[in-house]
């Protein structure tokens, strides 16, 4: 059964998965009582330690929350795609208007943390569907490509001080740049296994080591984050394999390697619209437009609804076949089952 704070949940999802169109950072973190840490970008946020954390189907949302239920914290990260931090106002705005109603800017201006970060902070005055007039204090940071939201909630009347020292508590910390660890790395020849590809050293096929071996290094030592595998082929031959640990949506924390199922995502669009194409010109398949129905007879009872019925291969291959996908439930789904198992 949904909760009641389903409506504040879905102030923040939206600008992630309909407004901005992109995938969600899943937060990696882990929580004290009174502090919220996430691992990448690496941040706190210190909040009352009577609040009580709540337990959200998703990984992209941490909540923190009065036990009567306001004032209410969220915490999320998505990547910033190269806006400007005044520019988040606008889809705060439109992902409010998505789930209430009578939403109103009051207040948004750029300011800094005391370590000096630019942040800017929102205030949207709404109301929910349940007549319930809300204020919603945003602050909008940014580091190494992410931009980070702290979203204080509250019923009466105009976020305090108090409360925006909450969201004012994100903490980046200091000194890390520039004081990793030295990583070697060692190139080897990738493991001869039966999955039909043949393995080489670099210099076999006219490949400089050194280059790569950079790469790798930097992975290690954390300069490129969140790269779970590397595997180098050329002229038909595997030259570099290698593999690192990492977060999965379904697993948690994952020791990768080549036995280890990996979740694709969106990146499995791009096969799909390739594989298509290639059965296009092998006569395997007319064209694109013809219709998604024709290709499942066995399965003719799904398509009786009209609108079904008009969908082209095309709608499936550019995502616009109209299907209802909230991702949301999906994600929750996965995380119960991970949870549960």
Not at 131 to 155: C, M, P, W, Y
Not at 203 to 229: F, Q
């Amino acid at each position: 059964m949904r909760r009641t704070k389903t409506l504040l949940l879905s102030l923040f999802l939206p600008l992630v998965f309909s407004v901005l169109c992109t995938e969600a950072i899943a937060l990696t973190r882990y929580s004290l009582p009174g502090k919220f840490v996430n691992v990448f970008p690496a941040f706190s946020v210190t909040y009352p330690k009577e609040w009580n954390r709540t337990t959200l189907p998703s990984p992209f949302v941490f909540e923190a929350a009065k036990p009567e239920g306001f004032p209410l914290m969220r915490i999320f990260s998505l990547p910033d795609m190269g806006m400007a931090l005044n520019d988040f106002s606008k889809i705060y705005v439109s992902a409010i208007s998505e789930f209430g109603k009578e939403a109103k800017i009051i207040s948004d201006k750029g300011a800094k943390l005391k370590d000096g970060s630019l942040i800017q902070e929102t205030e949207i005055e709404w109301v929910d569907h349940s007549g319930t007039r809300i204020n919603t204090f945003f602050l909008t940071a940014r580091k190494e490509g992410i931009a980070i939201t702290v979203g204080i909630s509250d019923n009466k009347g105009k976020v305090s001080k108090a409360l925006k020292s909450i969201a004012y508590s994100l903490d980046f910390p200091s000194g890390q740049e520039g004081k990793k660890a030295p990583v070697t790395y060692q190139y080897k020849v990738p493991v001869q296994t039966n999955d039909g590809w043949p393995t080489a050293h670099m210099a076999e096929v006219n490949m400089d080591e050194k280059k790569p071996s950079r790469l790798i290094e930097k992975i290690l030592d954390g300069t490129y984050k969140d790269v779970h595998s590397v595997l180098i082929f050329k002229n038909g031959k595997l030259v570099l394999e290698e593999y690192f640990p990492g977060f999965d949506i379904e697993k948690g924390s994952v020791d990768y390697g080549r036995e280890k199922m990996h979740v694709m995502m969106s990146v499995t669009k791009s096969f799909g619209s390739t594989l298509m194409g290639i059965a296009i010109d092998k006569g395997l398949v007319k064209e694109v437009d013809e219709y998604l129905s024709s290709f499942f007879p066995n399965y003719a009872r799904y398509f009786n609804d009209i609108n079904k019925k008009k969908i082209k291969l095309r709608h499936v291959l550019s995502m616009s076949a109209g299907f209802d996908w909230v991702d949301l439930e999906f994600y929750g789904a996965v995380i119960e089952h991970r949870d549960r198992t």
